[in-house]
C-alpha cells in the first residue's frame, strides 16, 4: 500500500525515532499527523519540517489527562483519527534486577506501560465510535518475547506486559478497530546510548519495513530474522517442559479455560 491520503495518524513520541521515521512516511502517502512527545525542541523541529500536513502537541503520556487533552486535539483537527501509534518510550534502569531502585522501576513502567496502556483508554471509544475502519498500534519490542539487553529487567517486563496488553485489546475491540504489535529489533533510535545504539538497523530503512504492515492491519509488524532464533531459544524448552511433564491426554480440554468459557458463554462479545 502506498496511500494514506486524506488519513490522520497519531503518534506517541513521534518527534524522533521510529515515530517520526513512520510520520514521514505517512505524510509522503498523503496522510497528516499529529506528533505527541515530551521534548519540546524535537517538536518545533518536525512542526517546521511537516508544515500544515501536521498538528504537534507536547505530551507526557504517563499522565492520563495529558493523554485525554492530545486526543480532543487530535480529534478537533481533522475530525478523524485512522492510525494511532502508542509509540512514547524510553530505555530501562540498568543493573542486575535486585539492585535496581524500586523507584526508578515504577518510573519506568508508568511510561513504558501506563503510557501505552492509556492511550488504548482514551483513543480507543473515540475510535470505535467512528464509521470508519481504523487501527491501534502498540510499540513492543524483540524484548516483548526474549531477553535481548542483559540487565535491562524493568524494560523487558514493561514490553512483556505491552504484548499481554495488546493481546487482551484486540479481543474486546470491534471488527472495524484493529489492534497490533510494533516488534523492532536493534535499530538506531535516540532509546540508548549512540555509540550502542549505530549498529542497528537504521531508523528510515525500518520505517520502509512496517509501514506497509501497519496498512495491512498485520498483527504483528516484524522486521529482524534473527528474532526468530532468540524466540526458539525460549519457546523450544517450553514446549518440551510439556512434552515432558504435561503430554497430551485424552480429556485435556476440560480444564482449557477459553474451551469452557466458550461453552459456558456461546454468545459472549
Known sequence: MTDFTGKVAVIAGGASGIGLAVARKLVGMGGSVVLADFNSDALARAADEFGEAALTWRTDTSELEQVEALADAAFGWKDRIDLLLNNAGVGGVRGKMWEVDPDAARAHFDINFWGVWNGCRVFAPRMIAQDHRSAIYNTGSENSFFCAVPQTAAYIAAKHAVLGMTESLREDLPDHVHAGLIVPGWV??????????????????????????????????????????????????????????????????????????????????
Open 188 to 269: 538506531f533510535t535516540p532509546l540508548g546510548e549512540e555509540r550502542f545504539m549505530k549498529f542497528g538497523m537504521d531508523v528510515n530503512d525500518y520505517a520502509d519495513i512496517i509501514v506497509p504492515q501497519l496498512l495491512a492491519n498485520e498483527r504483528f509488524v516484524v522486521s529482524h530474522y534473527s528474532n526468530v532464533r532468540r524466540i526458539k531459544e525460549r519457546i523450544d524448552p517450553l514446549l518440551t517442559a510439556y512434552d515432558t511433564y504435561a503430554p497430551r491426554d485424552e480429556g485435556d480440554d476440560a480444564y482449557d479455560v477459553r474451551c469452557v468459557l466458550n461453552a459456558l458463554l456461546p454468545n459472549k462479545g
